[in-house]
């Protein structure tokens, strides 16, 4: 049983929390604002709020047009966050169920597990279990995120100390009786199983001050360190894409130990779903008709959004790439070219020419529309720098349109810095061009 399956524990959740959040150290601050950017990011595909709880995540991305569904182990946390959805006036689906067992019917693109949920999952089985399940319900590069901390040994040896009836006054609040209420936890550690186990008090007061109602209700968590997080990810069919250090936008930087015990941070981690088809190969000679449509249908929305045509911009990659071009390029000048499968088409494709002034230009980088927010151009990237470095060239050099700031500014965020323009009479639009060194 879960401390959250306590009627009285789900219906005073949100009123102690926000005591607990505004005296104590980690406030989770930014935590609503941080979901609603991953959710921008990788939920178009929907998403899912696992272990919601009372509905901090779920309905701040609902009131702001996220298509997301929530779920918890608790039917009661379940009961409050309908409630609250209801009194927005949101029409959401939350469900009762385990984070090991369940499935709504359809898939999601983003699987959200806020604010600890993950270190309710007590045992390492049950969190494989979690992760193997959780895999099923994403699609194909579908992101998964959920936090840890990592185990500090002088608190977990002051816990060793103490014992489940060892209380300690936690913060004290006004229940949804409207009556004084203190909450005390009696904690304590097993280094083996690295769970956190012990108990919740919570002693009720009435207006005399007597004590009328003292609750106890169990608690058991466990700790994860970070390199277990890495070897979990492995083993369940996930690929670890980013780790923040809270909810700020920071990165944890994990070939660094001093940052690790200088942060003691709050690890948000960013999982990839991993995928058979995720490989990117060398392109081959028949691929090249489905990779005409997919370089032209990818940057046909660059087109569309800043005005090009097929009389304005004849020779934008949108309009003029065909067929006989590509061959040239893969007979002739035999440039390396290559292809990101996904669900059995081509979702992804870049091309390299090696620059007689030495270095690397890339070209095509395209995405499907489809297939975007997923991280696949970031992977592509990257395959692009493993291979260059194979290639054991150190300069890699971009050409993009230079009103598309959205593309610049992830160039940038990718490592590439502006090196200038140039306006071509045949072009409506200033070519920008990037460097990165590799
Ligand atoms: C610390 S609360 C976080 C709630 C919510 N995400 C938030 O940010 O307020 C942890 C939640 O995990 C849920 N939980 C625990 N074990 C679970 C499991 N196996 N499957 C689904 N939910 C679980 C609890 O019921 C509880 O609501």
Redesign the pocket.
């Known amino acids: 049983m879960?401390?959250?399956?306590f009627k009285d524990v789900?219906e005073n959740?949100d009123r102690y929390?926000e005591v607990m959040y505004t005296t104590e150290l980690n406030k989770?601050e930014n935590?609503q604002e941080f979901y609603l950017e991953l959710a921008k990011r990788y939920g178009q595909g929907g998403t899912v709020?696992?272990?919601?709880?009372?509905?901090?995540?779920l309905l701040y991305l609902a009131e702001r047009g996220i298509e997301v569904d929530g779920?918890?182990?608790?039917e009661e946390?379940c009961k409050v966050a309908g409630k609250k959805a209801k009194e927005m006036g949101l029409d959401l689906n939350i469900y009762p169920?385990?984070?090991?067992k369940?499935s709504s019917g359809r898939k999601y693109s983003l699987a959200i597990?806020?604010?600890?949920?993950f270190?309710?999952?007590p045992t390492q089985e049950?969190q494989i279990a979690?992760l193997m399940n959780i895999r099923e319900q994403l699609l194909p590069g579908g992101i998964l995120t959920f936090n840890t901390f990592d185990p500090l040994p002088s608190i977990q040896a002051w816990q060793m100390n103490n014992t489940p009836d060892g209380y300690v006054k936690r913060l004290e609040y006004i229940n949804c009786n409207g009556n004084r209420e203190e909450i005390y936890n009696g904690l304590s550690y097993n280094f083996i199983k690295q769970q956190l186990y012990g108990n919740w008090k919570f002693v009720e007061y009435n207006d005399k001050g007597e004590v009328i109602d003292e609750r106890i209700r169990p608690l058991l968590m466990r700790n994860t360190y970070r390199s277990e997080v890495f070897l979990l990810a492995q083993l369940c069919g996930f690929e670890v894409l980013d780790i923040y250090r809270g909810y700020k936008g920071d990165k944890e930087d994990l070939n660094d130990p001093d940052s690790a015990l200088k942060y003691q941070s709050n690890l948000i981690w960013i999982l990839r779903r991993k995928d058979e088809e995720d490989v990117i190969r060398p392109m081959s000679i028949e691929e090249i008709p489905e990779c005409v449509k997919v370089i032209r249908d990818s940057f046909k929305t660059v087109a569309d959004d800043l005005g090009f045509t097929e009389d304005n911009a004849p020779r934008f990659a949108a309009f003029a790439t065909d067929e006989g071009r590509l061959k040239y390029q893969f007979l002739v000048e035999r440039r390396p070219m290559y292809v990101l499968r996904r669900e059995g088409k081509i979702a992804g494709y870049y091309s390299l020419a090696f620059l007689e002034e030495g270095g690397a230009e890339l070209n095509n980088l395209a995405v499907l529309p489809e297939y975007r927010h997923m991280g696949l151009g970031r992977k592509l990237l990257e395959d692009c720098f493993s291979k260059l470095r194979m290639y054991e060239i150190n300069k890699l050099r971009i050409g993009i349109v230079e009103e598309n700031q959205v593309l610049r500014k992830w160039y940038e965020k990718n490592g590439f810095k502006h090196i200038g323009t140039h306006k071509f009479d045949f072009f409506p639009f200033t070519c920008g061009y990037m460097e990165k060194d590799i």
């Open positions: 879960d401390l959250h399956d789900a959740y929390l989770h935590f709020d696992i272990a919601c709880g009372t509905g901090a995540v779920t918890d182990l608790s946390m169920s385990d984070m090991t369940f597990i806020a604010r600890s949920g270190m309710h999952l049950l979690a």
